[in-house]
């Protein structure tokens, strides 16, 4: 008796769809450790961001204003300039309205001048930066970019380029700050552009202007109150 073969039809099953309410908690379940782990970077990491900035800050107000040994921070309220009494035992509030300008001294307590942060559109991206400004003979005396974006090798000049700093030696505010290009500067109020970042350059320049119409006359009405006089540099 022959062995007959038995052919056997695989069962096949059918797998289910996990349910609309599966993917729903598995999505919510992702978006609650995701979330929790973004708090958590944020809460460890923003302390040491402000204090980062704090302190690159504090380095450019002493390259800003050159002899600087001291410096106060004096805040804008009611348009006139109070010195900003910080409390160590309290933790600051972080307020990005607040307006502030620092006023420099060398190792005799006399002032050299204020240190100004200043911020504006550049070609990529917003450029922070900070400027020494001689309010008695009403010159910029310093500058240093703080936050930059711009094209590495083009726009980066403005921090990068030696010749494009010595603009701001000995800068006139008055009359109004005019950006020319190279080898065309024949007043003190003017910037010699760099060729290739003339964005770049330019944005610099609208950046000192703007943040001067905000503080000169606050910076002059604080010198006539206190009676101050910026003190002579060593030649």
Do not use: H
């Amino acid at each position: 008796m022959e062995e007959q073969e038995i052919q056997t039809t695989p069962l096949i099953t059918e797998e289910k769809e996990p349910s609309s309410l599966k993917l729903i908690l598995a999505l919510g379940i992702a978006g609650l450790i995701s979330g929790v782990i973004l708090v958590g970077t944020f809460i460890y990491t923003d302390p040491l961001i402000k204090a980062n900035k704090a302190a690159a800050t504090q380095r450019a107000i002493f390259k800003v204003l050159e002899g600087c040994e001291s410096f106060t921070t004096l805040t804008l309220e009611n348009d006139k300039l109070i010195e900003k009494v910080v409390n160590p035992d309290k933790e600051e509030k972080n307020d990005k309205n607040e307006l502030l300008v620092y006023a420099g001294y060398n190792a005799n307590k006399e002032l050299i001048g204020f240190a100004i942060p200043g911020s504006e559109p550049g070609f990529q991206d917003i450029i922070g930066t900070i400027f020494g400004y001689d309010g008695t003979k009403k010159v910029i005396i310093g500058f240093e970019v703080l936050e930059s974006k711009e094209t590495p090798g083009l726009g980066d000049k403005i921090f990068k380029d030696a010749d494009f700093q010595t603009n701001f030696t000995a800068l006139a505010v008055e009359p109004e700050i005019i950006p020319v290009k190279k080898g065309e500067k024949q007043n003190p109020n003017e910037v010699e552009t760099i060729a290739g970042a003339t964005i770049s350059s330019k944005a610099v320049v609208r950046l000192l202007n703007k943040t001067m119409a905000i503080w000169q006359k606050t910076i002059d009405d604080y010198i006539k109150e206190n009676d101050l006089n910026i003190a002579e540099k060593d030649e």
